[in-house]
T-cell receptor, first 113, second 111 residues
Framework: GAGVSQTPSNKVTEKGKYVELRCDPI?????LYWYRQSLGQGPEFLIY????????DSGLPNDRFFAVRPEGSVSTLKIQRTERGDSAVYLC???????????FGSGTRLTVV | KQEVTQIPAALSVPEGENLVLNCSFT??????LQWFRQDPGKGLTSLLL?????REQTSGRLNASLDKSSGRSTLYIAASQPGDSATYLC??????????FGTGTRLLVSP
């Protein structure tokens, strides 16, 4: 597609529930990234995919967070047993490679009540 | 550990002024630096990308400079307009496929 698409744009869920956030990157971009942005802060790295594999998941805060990219295109970020502290904007980005710029999606605003 | 700082945190100027936003980083071993714009409740829009070997990049009224050795970048906005009001974020590519972001500068341009 023309840009990075993220769905849903907003998600409200109850504490303890499971959520899935979807990212559809720019066609042909092999690298895909997830970031999390809390209010008043800059985005923080969560995980990076090169193709289908998670090349670096060092930013995932704990084992409740998991992400997949089974066919090397669309990615899903999965959060189990959500907590109020998980509330944030989750941003997805894609790029062609190391020295190219990142294109971000509009984000998913997750609110855990 | 790479740390990125942006000064000022907030800036308010009248329309037509030229302004400079500052970004500093602690580790000069970077691949590139990217400036983004973020409107309230929205995602990030890329403005300029400067490779580590470059000194500056220009796009329209925007000019970004990079001094890698001193760990600094500036974003210069000429003839500011109310539509420029947004949060401006700089991000350093550390070379490990991670961007490290500053906390941003909130810009308000008044008519």
């Amino acid at each position: 597609g023309a840009g990075v698409s993220q769905t849903p744009s907003n998600k409200v869920t109850e504490k303890g529930k499971y959520v899935e956030l979807r990212c559809d990157p720019i066609s042909g971009h092999t690298a895909l990234y997830w970031y999390r942005q809390s209010l008043g802060q800059g985005p923080e790295f969560l995980i990076y995919f090169q193709g289908t594999g998670a090349a670096d998941d060092s930013g995932l805060p704990n084992d409740r967070f998991f992400a997949v990219r089974p066919e090397g295109s669309v990615s899903t970020l999965k959060i189990q047993r959500t907590e109020r502290g998980d509330s944030a904007v989750y941003l997805c980005a894609s790029s062609l490679g190391q020295n190219t710029g990142y294109t971000f999606g509009s984000g998913t605003r997750l609110t855990v009540v | 550990k790479q740390e990125v700082t942006q000064i000022p945190a907030a800036l308010s100027v009248p329309e037509g002024e030229n302004l400079v936003l500052n970004c500093s980083f602690t580790d000069s071993a970077i691949y590139n630096l990217q400036w983004f714009r973020q409107d309230p409740g929205k995602g990030l829009t890329s403005l300029l990308l400067i490779q580590s070997s470059q000194r500056e990049q220009t796009s329209g009224r925007l000019n970004a400079s990079l001094d890698k050795s001193s760990g600094r970048s500036t974003l210069y906005i000429a003839a500011s307009q109310p539509g420029d009001s947004a949060t401006y974020l700089c991000a350093v590519n550390t070379g490990f496929q991670k961007l490290v972001f500053g906390t941003g500068t909130r810009l308000l341009v008044s008519p």
